[in-house]
């Protein structure tokens, strides 16, 4: 396949970035700084910003799939203004190119109990609490789309960076998925990329919010 990824150069972006072209797809990377990345084969480093529908549409035309990991930044102070604009556009432009689009949002809209999200509880972390905020506006929106075939990914709470990859992982769909062991939501970032690339080819949430965790 053909799979566009914006943010290819974030902390999820290059994960899936890697996991797409170890599989053998092309992978075109989209950010503002492509050069970042490595070259490899079967990769298309591309420049551009994606807070303009237009653009995005331009950038995304082709491809047969595109995974969304924008994230204008934890440490913004404009982070939900910019998150939310630049969600929208990527909505808009991957509707508009006619490409099926996964979004990468965050935990905090996820239910951990009857009608209570973790971002609205208290103990949840201030410095996240803006972008989570956004990110589940980010999901209220897409919901909405009937046109565009779209797909919404929380991932589990704690995601692990230096964890390896297992090609594990459960699914769940709008609590957390927890770890019998342990009692927490987590997984490794490796396999949240499994995940991510394992719905782009067998698309099983169209129209669908999903969570993943071990």
Known sequence: MKIAVIGATGFVGQAVV????????????????????????????????????????????????VVSAYNPGWTNPDIYKDYVKGAAAIVAGAKQAGVSLLVVGGAGSLEVSPGVQAVDLPEFPEAWRAGAKAARDGLNAIRKETVLDWTFLSPAAIIEPEAPRTGRYRLGADNPVVDPATGTSHVALADLAVAIVDEVEQRRHVRQRFTVGV
Not at 28 to 37: F, N, Q, V, Y
Not at 46 to 60: M, N, Q, Y
């Open 18 to 65: 890697a996991e797409a072209l170890a599989r053998g797809h092309q992978v075109g990377a989209i950010a503002r700084h492509p050069e970042k990345l490595a070259d490899a084969p079967g990769l298309a480093r591309i420049a551009g910003d994606v807070r303009d529908a237009d653009a995005v549409a331009k950038l995304v035309a082709g491809y047969d799939y």
